[in-house]
């Protein structure tokens, strides 16, 4: 993946500017930690640094996709949506691991939710999403442990960007891999460890499984 000295300039200074917002606003709660826990407020200041970090990265992307929201395509590497695609992966995961100590497994799915991704109610979210402003669950839908879904693929000197879909009640099995472009319709299952290609679409009620994913069995649900 190609990378500019302008990646590293342009992500430091925001990353930096999200710092030093964070800091100054930590001054204004570390007289009461202080008062109140003694010599062990510096834990619960680190906590509070890293809550603040988290939530202010989540603020300015939320900003970004308001701005300049992403659309599916074939972007060159020196396109500058690749450019601002890489900005935004690097605020998402530097502000997605700040959270980390508070995000529970009923917090995920609210997290996921703070840096773009649209999902329905009472879902499972065990995986990881690597682009969330491109993806959406649907409502009970369940996502296995150390499952991925990515909606990018990158190949030949290229991202290509395309959104991932994941219907009600469906269910992504454990450490599976969503690829760009996949759509699950509701109520269909993957199994544990099995690769769906990028672009498959794979209609209601039905079990797939395998690297490729292919369609076993129908399903009665």
Known sequence: MKTNLSDYVLSFLIISFIIVISLISMN???????KLMN?????ADLLLFLLVYGL????IVQLMLKY???YPGRYEMDDSLFTYWKLFTVLYEFGRGALLPFTTVFARPVVAVMFGAKIGKD???GGKLVDPQLISI?????????????AHTIVSGAIILQ????????TVGVNAVLMSGVEIGSDSVVTAGSVVKPDTIIPEKELWGGVPARKIKDLLV
Request: charged share 15%.
């Open 28 to 34: 204004y709660v570390s007289y009461f930690t202080q």
């Open 39 to 43: 010599q062990y407020h510096v834990i």
């Open 56 to 59: 202010f990265s989540s603020a």
């Open 68 to 70: 300049k929201p992403f």
């Open 123 to 125: 879902i499972a979210l």
């Open 138 to 150: 649907g409502e009970e839908a369940i996502i296995g442990q150390d499952s991925v879904i990515t």
């Open 163 to 170: 959104p991932v879909k994941i219907g009600a009640r469906a």
